[in-house]
């Protein structure tokens, strides 16, 4: 199956500073991307969806200016969480689907970041 | 609005039961439906997708079924063993698109399951 990557999959920061996850797609072109949050033992709660070269859709409640995302080609995309707080602390993971197979998404292996 | 629910939120088996995990949901215009598996500080494994005109999927061990009309899907799980402890999720695809021509998939609360050898 297709195969998502999640960079990096785990990252300490002080509060106030800014972290940059990246999301690939290894070995497809993934025309949609979603970003998730799970808080721990609860479910995936859907932050945004971005599409190659266009602005991502922030779900209601999700601060864009917050959580800055970047879906810069059909292989990458970026979540940018600026200026941390502690209740960022969260496991992010993406998901990518692509047109050949647009029944699925395929999941990368998330991100843990701890904000101290 | 679509709300996913979950039953039991944990189990605990012993080696070689049967069981059956349960998945509900508030709307019945789904797409889909998709059964994933998350092991601890993990991503997701999908395990079965089950189309909205489907009733159930197979895999090896695992058997997913679907009642669109009634808003539930099963995972039965045969002869469990002790690789099988994760917590499994359910999701559905709504059969609408955002203004941005994307689809969401909304999750179920999961299931913690633990079979113990």
């Known amino acids: 199956g297709a195969v998502v990557s999640q960079h990096p999959s785990w990252v300490i920061c002080k509060s106030g500073t800014s972290v940059k996850i990246e999301c690939r797609s290894l070995?497809?072109?993934?025309?949609?991307m979603f970003w998730y949050r799970q808080f721990p033992k609860q479910s995936l709660m859907l932050m945004a969806t971005s599409n190659e070269g266009s602005k991502a859709t922030y779900e209601q409640g999700v601060e864009k200016d917050k959580f800055l995302i970047n879906h810069a080609s059909l292989t990458l995309s970026t979540l940018t969480v600026t200026s941390a707080h502690p209740e960022d602390s969260s496991f992010y993971i993406c998901?990518?689907?692509?047109?050949?197979?647009?029944?699925?998404?395929?999941f990368g292996p998330g991100t843990r970041l701890t904000v101290t | 609005k679509q709300e996913v629910t979950q039953i039991p939120a944990a189990l605990s088996v012993p080696e070689g039961e049967n069981l059956v995990l349960n998945c509900s949901f508030t709307?019945?215009?789904?797409?889909?439906l998709q059964w994933f598996r998350q092991d601890p500080g993990k991503g997701l494994t999908s395990l079965l997708l089950i189309q909205s005109s489907q009733r159930e999927q197979t895999s090896g061990r695992l058997n997913a079924s679907l009642d669109k009309s009634s808003g539930r899907s099963t995972l039965y799980i045969a002869a469990s063993q002790p690789g099988d402890s994760a917590t499994y999720l359910c999701a559905v695809r709504e059969l609408t698109t955002t203004t941005s021509g994307t689809y969401k998939y909304i999750f179920g609360t999961g299931t913690r399951l633990k079979v113990l050898a």
């Open positions: 070995d497809f072109q993934a025309t949609t």
């Open positions: 709307d019945s215009a789904i797409y889909n």
């Open positions: 998901s990518a689907r692509f047109e050949r197979s647009p029944y699925e998404q395929y």
